[in-house]
């Protein structure tokens, strides 16, 4: 499960129902397994309707790791990870079509501008940047990258749709994917290497670099957890950011990757776009607000010997020297 997070009540009260917090570490019931199985009980089995609203993102989460896992072996890895920056395209547009969510114009920018990084590293991909692995294919790597994001935008937003219109915690709607989604992957599993797993064994192949990736992700999905709850925006551009530079500088290291100026100016671009679109729309007012400030207010000049206009008050009254009578006499259309 990707994170473990306290929401507000679960189910709804009836016979066996348990209330999450009686489940949340040091009240008096944490840990007891008998309160535990009713609840789960309650909230997955009992509400059915409810648990079964998870199967579609579950089914597309597992098409998408799978998907992941076939374009990194058709595409380098620098490239693979500046393309899949394409899952920020498609969540923002699925974002405005199912949760009829507003971009400002600045996050719209820095869309077009994560495109375009794109499309310049595909181009220098195509163009045969520097050598590659005769088993790599990489029109078969583009379109498993563009299917995962199409996939895990839609996914995260229809996700993000069932928290935001039902009471159930995010520990049990992870619960509820991690159940569809082992389902499937066994059923997909069994459909392709039923004959071998079940002459050699489940755990047949899992040698240390396979367990160092399945801690990886796992650890990956807590630490997404903690970075939504603890850090901002900013924080998590740079992170794509910073994870973009490491990957290609593994890369050069590790597989020999050539970069070249085509590919730094693409990841250049994306970069920029990751940091522009996760800037908060106060930062983004602020910066607006100060760039025309800096301009500096434009000041009427009034011509030599002519006395200053009338000023007025914050209640449209004319203001005049204090030795003066005031002006009680409205300013015509206030």
Not at 7 to 22: C, L
Not at 98 to 107: D, E
């Amino acid at each position: 499960m990707a994170a473990v997070g306290v929401g507000g009540s679960t189910a709804a009260t009836g016979p066996g129902a348990v209330s999450a917090g009686a489940l949340e570490p040091g009240s008096a019931t944490a840990g007891n397994v008998k309160h535990l199985a009713l609840f789960l009980h309650e909230a997955v089995l009992v509400q059915y309707v409810d648990t079964l609203k998870l199967a579609v993102p579950s089914l597309i989460y597992t098409l998408q790791n799978n998907l992941q896992y076939v374009a990194i072996s058709n595409l380098p890895a620098a490239t693979f990870q500046v393309t899949y920056q394409l899952k920020i395209l498609t969540t923002a547009l699925f974002s405005v079509l199912m949760l009829n969510r507003s971009l400002s114009r600045l996050q719209w920018a820095s869309l077009l501008l994560l495109f375009t990084g794109v499309a310049i590293v595909q181009a220098q991909q195509a163009g045969g940047g520097g050598p590659r692995p005769l088993d790599q294919n990489p029109g078969a790597g583009l379109a498993a990258v563009v299917a995962s994001c199409l996939s895990s935008g839609f996914a995260g937003v229809y996700f993000e749709k069932i928290l935001k219109g039902s009471s159930g915690s995010v520990w049990l709607r992870n619960l509820q994917l991690g159940l569809f989604g082992t389902a499937l992957g066994l059923v997909g599993l069994w459909w392709a290497e039923g004959t071998a797993v079940a002459r050699r064994g489940f755990f047949f192949g899992y040698t240390p670099a396979v367990w160092g990736v399945v801690l990886n992700q796992a650890f990956g999905g807590l630490l997404v957890a903690v970075v939504v709850k603890y850090a901002d925006n900013i924080l998590k551009g740079f992170a794509t950011s910073l994870s973009i530079v490491l990957s290609t500088v593994a890369s050069i290291r590790l597989f020999g990757f050539h970069l070249d100026p085509l590919f730094a100016l693409g990841a250049g671009l994306v970069i920029g776009a990751v940091y522009l679109y996760s800037l908060p729309r106060g930062a983004v007012q602020a910066i607006t607000s100060a760039s025309a400030s800096a301009s500096g207010p434009c000041i009427h000049q009034q011509p030599p010997g002519q006395p200053p206009p009338p000023q007025l008050s914050s209640r449209g009254d004319l203001i005049t020297e204090p030795f003066l009578p005031k002006l009680l006499t409205k300013v015509k259309g206030s």
